[in-house]
């Protein structure tokens, strides 16, 4: 499986089982599930709250760095699936929209290397 | 687009376009967009901080609020999916490997109902 | 050494002491401060993400939780110190005026037991 | 008042009477509190998101930044003081208590210029 032949959908499902399997369903609201997916995403910052922005691309050089942060971007999916899952969205539809309002927002035109 | 039609591969490339529309390519280092995944994290679990669990599984009821949280979803997956860009990570296959080790590390007859 | 007798700018030296004995000075700028705060604040998260509101009330009777809450509330402190040393920030007028700001912006009486 | 003339018994007197004012007590328990801290702490770090660390500096010489950054940095105080009521903790001792554990931790002759 990779992200050229497996879906959001497939994705969500494999978590949802994994969820069910434990009868984790009564823990896994909105609430519990959005401070998941923000301790995932610090743990994932804590790798690189000391190194300059060079020194974080940097990382791609080292497997065992490589092999952490894709851990912890995992943990942070992991929710974020199960949250899709509590509240039946569809991320794939909610990223496209998101994208055509960001479009609007940030025209290209007027955000040339700037972001604000 | 849904979650069962829509690829993560794809929604890697539209990300990756709407950065290099903008030429925001040099800020969207692994470092930067930690910090990035982890703001917009926090705007989502903002929607739910004064709720009991209870009232959180509620809003599924409220069109505003969903439409709400299905953007603050969105604007994480677009770090996420930038994040995985900058530094070449397959998404599904670290999602799927991380719930392989999951699986070992929460055996299912050990945590029903259970979390520790 | 309590919060009755001990000084924030007593608390702000010792933890730039700590810096400065180690020479973390140059790690210690606002952006690397600004994501340990982060990451520290969701250390403690942490520790609530699957409990009720009452139980996390209850862990008030748990001297073992308790220890391990009030050391991550002492880790955000300490770099909430110093990111107060890096830009010179007087933390205690800081909050003062934040007080009279959201007094302001959330009238008492308008707000009764309601929090929008 | 200053950090040299203020203290954290007073400051989390005035956090409690606001809280008192407007009956927010039964919103502001130990779960909720942790939520409210890692939300505002996002909020301070989106300011430096974008920025390189020398940028992240530079912001001293802005008096609009300065402002903004002040009151994140006082909001995430808000909170800290709210949860130290809310569990009866002595904000001063616990940091004092962590920085002799830390000091441990981290020896200076071997942590010079180095975080692990």
């Known amino acids: 499986m990779s992200d050229a032949t497996d879906s959001l959908a497939s994705l969500k499902q494999a978590m949802q089982a994994f969820v069910d399997e434990r009868q984790w369903r009564p823990f ?10 923000a301790t995932e995403a610090a743990e994932l910052m804590e790798h690189f709250r000391w190194l300059t922005n060079a020194e974080s691309r940097a990382i791609a050089g080292s497997e065992p760095d490589m092999q952490a ?23 794939s539809s909610a990223i496209r929209s998101k994208l055509v309002k960001n479009a609007e927002k940030y025209p290209a035109d007027k955000f040339q290397s700037r972001f604000r």
């Open 69 to 91: 942060v894709r851990d912890e971007l995992a943990d942070i999916m992991c929710f974020v699936l199960s949250f899709a899952n509590s509240l039946n969205i569809d991320i």
């Open 28 to 37: 896994h609201d909105p609430k519990n599930l959005s401070m998941a997916i």
